[in-house]
Every structure is written in C-alpha cells, then in structure tokens.
Nanobody
Framework: QVQPVESGGGLVQPGGALRPSCAGS????????MGWYRQAPGKQRDLVAW???????NYAASVKGRFTISRDNAKNTLYLQMNSLKPEDTAVYYC????????WGQGTQVTVSS
C-alpha cells in the first residue's frame, strides 16, 4: 500500500501563500492523475486540484486562479502552490490518486487567519 506524506502547511494571514508538497513511497510518475484534496472541520473531503501525467491541470471553482498544482515525476513529488489564501481555505490538505487508491496520509494543516 502506498501512503503519501504531505508537508508544507502552516499558519498564514489572508492574502498569503503556501506551497505544500506530497512525496509518495511509491512512484507517482506511474500514476496517470494525481490530486490534492482538502477537508475542513465538520465537512467532507473534497478534490480541489488534479494533474495528469503529462501536466494537464484542472481545478475546483473555489480555487481556480489562485492555486497551481504541479508534479515532478523524477522526484516523485506533487506540489500545490496556493496564493491569495482566504480563511475558507483553512483545512487539512491531502494528496491521492484520482481514484483514491492510495492509503490516506496524515495530511498537512493549512490555517488562514489574521
């Protein structure tokens, strides 16, 4: 079972930026589509951004224009550049395949607050 390790979250003021990353114990490069998910307290876990093996990207409406997902297949690492952060972006962020075939990791906490 592959279980990714997310890191790079933190506390940031509204309008700030963070860049979480996700390292897989397996080979991310062999996976067609990888995604970033988030779960706010008391809410379901939602997909916010996903990237194909060739680099094509898609975003949820709530983050489009502010977040950028990317992958480095050589390093088996997935990234999420988050700009213009809002308090409603506060959540635990996870990475997984589009089919959620990985075991969920611990996630990385992102808190946007003044």
């Amino acid at each position: 079972q592959v279980q990714p390790v997310e890191s790079g979250g933190g506390l940031v003021q509204p309008g700030g930026a963070l860049r979480p990353s996700c390292a897989g114990s397996g080979s991310i490069s062999s996976i067609n589509t990888m995604g970033w998910y988030r779960q706010a307290p008391g809410k379901q876990r939602d997909l916010v951004a996903w990237v194909g093996r060739g680099g094509s990207t898609n975003y949820a409406a709530s983050v489009k224009g502010r977040f950028t997902i990317s992958r480095d297949n050589a390093k088996n690492t997935l990234y999420l550049q988050m700009n213009s952060l809002k308090p409603e972006d506060t959540a635990v962020y996870y990475c997984n395949t589009l089919s959620q075939s990985y075991t969920w990791g611990q996630g990385t906490q992102v808190t946007v607050s003044s």
